[in-house]
């Protein structure tokens, strides 16, 4: 039997979801960016790949199971319990959103350096009155 009432914990479990898009999202092309840029094996690196997989499954799984607890379990928890969810959601998406825009910041770096032109006009050119 599924009891899904709109509360408190129903709502945290909305925005649990909602903010779970980005967080994946993010976090694969931290993993992308991370595996493209390293060419050296060295031990440090190699940690920081590991975590950031981590972090990445852990965002993957944890924070939409977090989210369907709460929107079809909430219901049961006393107002005092459901404050402490939203409060907790709160804290948990307050730390979440400079993650995201420093992610953002760097992917727009990162793409910024990848365009480079070249003129046509400054090449040096091989014909024969300019090596006399």
Same mark, same amino acid.
């Given at each position: 039997?599924?009891?899904?009432?709109?509360?408190?914990?129903?709502?945290?479990?909305?925005?649990?979801?909602?903010?779970?898009?980005?967080?994946?999202?993010?976090?694969?092309?931290?993993? %992308?960016?991370?595996?493209?840029?390293?060419? =050296?094996?060295?031990?440090?690196?190699?940690?920081?790949?590991?975590?950031?997989?981590?972090?990445?499954?852990?965002?993957?799984?944890?924070?939409?199971?977090?989210?369907?607890?709460?929107?079809?379990?909430?219901?049961?928890?006393?107002?005092?319990?459901?404050?402490?969810?939203?409060?907790?959601?709160?804290?948990?998406?307050?730390?979440?959103?400079?993650?995201?825009?420093?992610?953002?910041?760097? %992917?727009?770096?990162?793409?910024?350096?990848?365009?480079?032109?070249?003129?046509?006009?400054?090449?040096? =050119?091989?014909?024969?009155?300019?090596?006399?």
């Amino acid at each position: 039997m599924v009891n899904a009432s709109l509360n408190w914990a129903s709502i945290v479990g909305i925005l649990l979801v909602l903010l779970w898009i980005p967080a994946v999202t993010s976090g694969i092309f931290r993993i %992308w960016f991370v595996l493209n840029r390293r060419a =050296d094996t060295s031990p440090r690196i190699l940690i920081k790949t590991f975590l950031i997989i981590f972090q990445t499954m852990g965002r993957a799984f944890f924070i939409p199971l977090a989210g369907g607890v709460f929107f079809f379990q909430g219901w049961r928890l006393d107002p005092i319990l459901q404050f402490a969810c939203v409060l907790l959601a709160g804290g948990i998406a307050v730390e979440m959103v400079p993650s995201f825009i420093d992610d953002y910041q760097g %992917w727009r770096k990162r793409t910024g350096r990848a365009t480079a032109a070249i003129v046509v006009d400054s090449q040096p =050119d091989d014909s024969v009155e300019e090596n006399k």
